[in-house]
């Protein structure tokens, strides 16, 4: 008898090397996989927009990459004593206009630049349910707190996310004509929406994404939505607010992507890396013992071999944890 379906990953044709670029946009779960890359050395911006979580917010900001946008005080408002963009995730949200601004600017930047050298986009849809403010009919990326009764809350359709992917690809495609698109649904479990609403909206995410795979053939899907709600498929891997993948379950999901994304030549590499980041979590009982001193002087010494050999990869955090004590 089997009592675990195995939710086969098909490796991809076109697979992830260590000196791409990669940008990842989208909710949170975006975040879990990028930091794992982060952590792992790969050339990684995550969410300059911060989380987003319905498909048109993702294009929209996307746009205004492309169209080069500057961010100024009229684009924020005032709440609770902060000032916020209607486009971007409160962590972007400042005391004064001027932080705020600074802040999206920076990361505008830096996502202007993406653009146009990423070899990956890797784009996690959250929710088909889109929020508009009553005052303007503006779609907003957050709602920052502010009362549910000045918005409107509707459910995306299948044709207008597949519109709205479908335009800003083709001027990507246009201005970057190396990247490659990886889509995914978060596993996130959004049950404030209700959990029949929440399936209804995973299905019209899941309907869209497969429509534009199928269309183009620099479109990839990874199947986390599946890995989570299929395979593991058991609340225990599952967070307290029984909705966030636990970090069990995050870390099933990135053994897969390292097996189905992750080139051979790169995977060798992060599994080195990977070696490299255990021990430096590692935490003696004694930090002045002989052990210690030479178990530092040892990944010291891999630091700077790999350091050698891929002098391209940050390192220096690394290699300074286990020198430093040693000093």
């Given amino acids: 008898m089997q009592f675990h379906l195995n939710v086969p990953v098909t490796p991809l044709p076109a697979t992830i090397q260590y000196q791409q670029e990669l940008l990842l946009m989208g909710s ?4 879990e996989i990028g930091e794992k890359l982060q952590e792992h050395r790969f050339n990684t911006l995550i969410n300059p927009h911060g989380i987003l979580y319905n498909p048109l917010s993702i294009t929209k900001a996307l746009t205004s990459y ?18 916020n963009s209607w486009d971007h995730h409160s962590r972007f949200s400042g005391l004064t206009p001027e932080v705020a ?12 630049r993406a653009i146009d050298h990423a070899d990956w986009l890797i784009i996690t849809l959250g929710s088909a349910h889109a929020y508009v ?16 009764g000045n918005f409107y809350k509707r459910l995306l359709t299948v044709d207008e996310i597949v519109t709205a992917l479908d335009n800003m690809m083709h001027r990507l495609f246009f201005r970057n004509r190396k990247i490659n698109i990886l889509f995914t649904v978060s596993p996130v479990r959004y049950i404030r ?11 019209v995410l899941l309907q869209a994404v497969h429509h534009l795979v199928n269309k183009f053939n620099r ?3 990874f199947p986390a939505y599946e890995l989570v709600i299929d395979d593991l498929r058991d609340y225990r891997f599952y967070k307290e607010d029984m909705v966030h993948p636990n970090e069990q379950a995050i870390q099933y999901v990135w053994e897969h992507v390292v097996k189905g994304c992750i080139s051979e030549g790169s ?15 590692h935490r003696p009982f004694n930090r002045e013992s002989p052990q210690h001193r030479q178990f530092l002087h040892t990944y010291a ?8 050999e891929h002098p391209e990869l940050p390192l220096d955090d690394l290699l300074a944890y286990f020198e430093e004590p040693m000093a």
């Avoid at 492309?66 to 000032?83: A, I």
């Avoid at 601004?101 to 202007?112: E, G, K």
């Avoid at 599994?271 to 430096?280: G, K, Q, T």
């Fill in 301 to 308: 010494a891999r630091v700077k071999q790999l350091m050698g």
């Fill in 267 to 281: 995977q060798e590499l992060l599994h080195r890396i990977a070696e490299l980041n255990r021990a430096a979590r």
């Fill in 193 to 203: 929406d209700g959990v029949v609403e929440n399936n209804l909206s995973k299905a």
């Fill in 133 to 148: 403010l009553k005052e303007d009919n503006r779609l907003v990326g957050n709602c920052h707190k502010v009362p549910g």
């Fill in 66 to 83: 492309m169209d080069g946008q500057v961010y100024t005080r009229e684009d924020l408002f005032q709440h609770n004593d902060s000032w």
């Fill in 101 to 112: 601004l600074d802040h999206i600017q920076h990361m505008q930047t830096a996502a202007v």
């Fill in 219 to 221: 479109l990839f899907y």
């Fill in 28 to 31: 949170c779960f975006a975040e």
